[in-house]
C-alpha cells in the first residue's frame, strides 16, 4: 500500500531543496511510502481518550528574564560563514 | 457599477523588549554594525536550545487584553520552513494553531463615523534578518534575527482604504501607549500587508495580497489604486486573479510579482526546543490589565464628553501620548478648549518638548484674562522658546501688556475718529462695514496691544 505518490516525492524534494536523480526518485518513493506504512500501525490504537501533546518532556512555561547576556563575538562567529565582507555574510544575489 | 471593497491587514510589531525573542542578544539594532548582536541560538547553529522571553510574552498578552482579545488556554510555538538567506535556521519559530491570543476589537473613527475592527488573532514569533543588496551578491545581517515580532491579523472587514489606514495609525498610538513598540513605520518596527477585493455583490471578491507598503501614506495609496484597477477589471467584464502585487512607491501602481512555482507549504510542526505554555496561570492578567493606561479612543470621548473639545481636535489630541499628557496637565489650569487650540496649532513638536504645560497654561491665562490680546501672546510665544523665560517676564520686559483700560481706548478712538472724519460720515450715512477700517487703525495705533472687542464696542458707542 504505497502512501506516497512520486510526485509528492518530487514536492517534498522541491521545497527540501533537493536535486533528486530519477533513480533517487523512485527509491525514496518506495522507501518514504514503507515507512507511512509502519507509522500507520499507530492509527490502529485507539486514542479517543487520550489529549493530544505536543511535547511528552513535561515541560511548560519554560521562560528567561529579558536581559542581555550576550556579547559581540562576530569574528568567531561568522567563521561558519561560506563568505563574508564587511561583516556581513556574503551569498549569491537573491531576487524577489 | 457600484462595488464593494474589502480589505484585511496583517501588521507586524517588533518589541521593544532588551533581548532577543529566543536568545540574550541585544535587541536593539539600530546603528550597530551588522552581525555583532548574534549568538549561536539566532543564528541557527546545531545544538542550541532557545528559550523564550518573558517579557515578550507579557507584553504580548498585554497587548491582547487592550485590544479585547481572548487570551489562550494553551499555546504553543512551530516551525515555520522556508528558504530565504535572512532566515538562518531555515524556518522561523512562529505560532501555527495555538496563538496566544484570539479574537479583538479595534474602535476607529472614520469622519465622524465609529467603525469597529475585529481581529482574527495575534502571535508571537522571531524577525527574520536584513539583506542589503551589493552588485552581483547579497549581504546578511542577523542583528534583527530572532527581534520578538508580533502579528497581529485583521477579519477581512475593513471597508475602505482610508478606514485602513487610520485603524493601522490607531495601532501604532496604542503600541506607543502600551510602551511595546516604538512602532515607527518608517524604521520597521510596524510594518503591515494588506488583502484587498473587490466585488458587485454581497460575496467576498477574489482577495489581491500587496505587499512593501512601508508609510501610512504608502497604505492608503498603494489600497486606492488597487481599489480602482480591481473595479476598471471588473468594468471590462474581465476576472481578478489571486496574486501577490508589490506597491512601487516611485510610479504610484501596484505591480505583479512572479506568483510562485507552487503554493506555498511552510510544513508547520510544533517546535520541539521550546515546551509549551499556559498564558493565564504564567502571568497574573489582573494586574497585567491594571498598568495598561487610559488609551486613544477613550481618550477621544472624555475630551469630548467631559471637556467640550470637538472630534477633530479630541483625535489629534488623543493619537499622540505625548500630546494628551500635555493637553491633560494644561487643561487643570485653563480652559480646555483654549489649551487644546494653542497646542494643535501653534505649539507645535519644538513646544512640547521644551515649554512646560505649567508655563503655556501662564501664558493662556493672560489671555483669558484679558490682559494680552491673542495676537501679542503668539508673538510671546516664540521668545519663550527661544529664552526659556515666563510669559509674565517677557510681557513685562517689552511692555507688552494689553492697553486694557475702556478710557485709554477711548482716547484713541476719539483721535482716530477726528482723523476719519470722511469715513466716520459714510459710516453714519449707513455704511456700517467701514467700521472695520476704524477698528484696524485702533489696533494699529495700539500696536495691537488693545483688545479687538473693546475697540469694536467703543467705536460704536460714539459714533
Ligand atoms: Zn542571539
Request: hydrophobic share 40%; net charge positive; proline share 0%.
Given at each position: 500500500m504505497a502512501q506516497i505518490s512520486k510526485t509528492d516525492v518530487e514536492h517534498v524534494a522541491q521545497l527540501a531543496r533537493l536535486n533528486l536523480t530519477k533513480i533517487e526518485e523512485e527509491k525514496f518513493t518506495q522507501e518514504l511510502g514503507e515507512i507511512l506504512n509502519y507509522i500507520d500501525e499507530l492509527n490502529e490504537l485507539d486514542l479517543t481518550k487520550i489529549k493530544s501533546v505536543s511535547q511528552i518532556s513535561g515541560l511548560e512555561n519554560i521562560v528567561r528574564e529579558d536581559k542581555i547576556t550576550n556579547e559581540n563575538n562576530r569574528e568567531k562567529l561568522l567563521t561558519n560563514a561560506p563568505s563574508q565582507e564587511k561583516g556581513y555574510i556574503k551569498v549569491k544575489q537573491v531576487f524577489e | 457599477m457600484t462595488y464593494k471593497t474589502t480589505i484585511g491587514l496583517e501588521i507586524h510589531v517588533q518589541l521593544k523588549t532588551k533581548s532577543k525573542m529566543f536568545c540574550g542578544c541585544d535587541n536593539n539594532a539600530e546603528g550597530v554594525q551588522p552581525n555583532?548582536?548574534?549568538c549561536p541560538v539566532c543564528l541557527g547553529l546545531p545544538g542550541v536550545l532557545p528559550v523564550a522571553n518573558k517579557q515578550a510574552i507579557g507584553w504580548t498578552l498585554k497587548t491582547g487584553l487592550a485590544l479585547n482579545s481572548k487570551i489562550a488556554e494553551h499555546s504553543k510555538f512551530d516551525r515555520k520552513h522556508y528558504f530565504y538567506p535572512d532566515l538562518p535556521k531555515g524556518y522561523q519559530i512562529s505560532q501555527y494553531d495555538l496563538p496566544f491570543l484570539i479574537g479583538g476589537q479595534v474602535e476607529i473613527e472614520v469622519a465622524g463615523d465609529k467603525k469597529i475592527i475585529e481581529l482574527t488573532r495575534i502571535h508571537l514569533e522571531e524577525d527574520a534578518g536584513k539583506l542589503v543588496h551589493a552588485g552581483t551578491d547579497s549581504l546578511v545581517d542577523l542583528n534583527r534575527a530572532g527581534t520578538p515580532l508580533m502579528e497581529i491579523v485583521t477579519e477581512p472587514c475593513i471597508d475602505s482604504p482610508l478606514s485602513a489606514k487610520i485603524f493601522l495609525q490607531e495601532l501604532r498610538s496604542i503600541m506607543r501607549y502600551l510602551g511595546v513598540s516604538s512602532a515607527d513605520m518608517e524604521k520597521g518596527h510596524l510594518r503591515a500587508d494588506a488583502n484587498i477585493s473587490v466585488s458587485a455583490d454581497e460575496k467576498l471578491g477574489v482577495p489581491v495580497e500587496i505587499k512593501n507598503m512601508n508609510s501610512f501614506k504608502m497604505v492608503e495609496k498603494a489600497l486606492l489604486y488597487e481599489e480602482k484597477r480591481q473595479r476598471e477589471v471588473l468594468d471590462a467584464g474581465d476576472k481578478i486573479a489571486k496574486e501577490t502585487r508589490g506597491w512601487d512607491d516611485a510610479k504610484g501602481i501596484t505591480y505583479s510579482q512572479r506568483s510562485k512555482e507552487f503554493a506555498q507549504d511552510y510544513r508547520y510542526f510544533p517546535e520541539p526546543d521550546l515546551p509549551p505554555f499556559e498564558p493565564t496561570k504564567m502571568f497574573d492578567l489582573a494586574k497585567l490589565k491594571a498598568e495598561i493606561p487610559e488609551l486613544p479612543a477613550e481618550k477621544r470621548k472624555r475630551y469630548q464628553s467631559?471637556?467640550?473639545?470637538s472630534l477633530q481636535d479630541a483625535e489629534v489630541i488623543a493619537i499622540d501620548q505625548e500630546m494628551a499628557n500635555y493637553f491633560e496637565k494644561t487643561a487643570e489650569i485653563v480652559s480646555p478648549k483654549l489649551a487644546a487650540n494653542w497646542i494643535i496649532n501653534e505649539l507645535k513638536i519644538d513646544g512640547l518638548v521644551k515649554i512646560k504645560p505649567e508655563d503655556l497654561a501662564e501664558l493662556l491665562k493672560l489671555i483669558d484674562s484679558n490682559e494680552i490680546s491673542g495676537k501679542i501672546a503668539k508673538d510671546v510665544l516664540p521668545q519663550m522658546l527661544e529664552t526659556g523665560k515666563s510669559a509674565t517676564d517677557i510681557i513685562a520686559e517689552k511692555g507688552l501688556?494689553?492697553?486694557?483700560s475702556e478710557e485709554e481706548i477711548a482716547k484713541i478712538v476719539d483721535k482716530i475718529i477726528s482723523e476719519n472724519s470722511e469715513i466716520v460720515s459714510s459710516i453714519k450715512a449707513g455704511?456700517?462695514?467701514?467700521i472695520g477700517f476704524l477698528v484696524g487703525q485702533v489696533m494699529k495705533e495700539t500696536k495691537g496691544q488693545a483688545n479687538p472687542a473693546m475697540v469694536n464696542k467703543i467705536i460704536n458707542e460714539k459714533i
Open positions: - | 555583532t548582536l548574534v467631559e471637556m467640550g473639545l501688556k494689553q492697553i486694557g455704511k456700517t462695514s467701514a
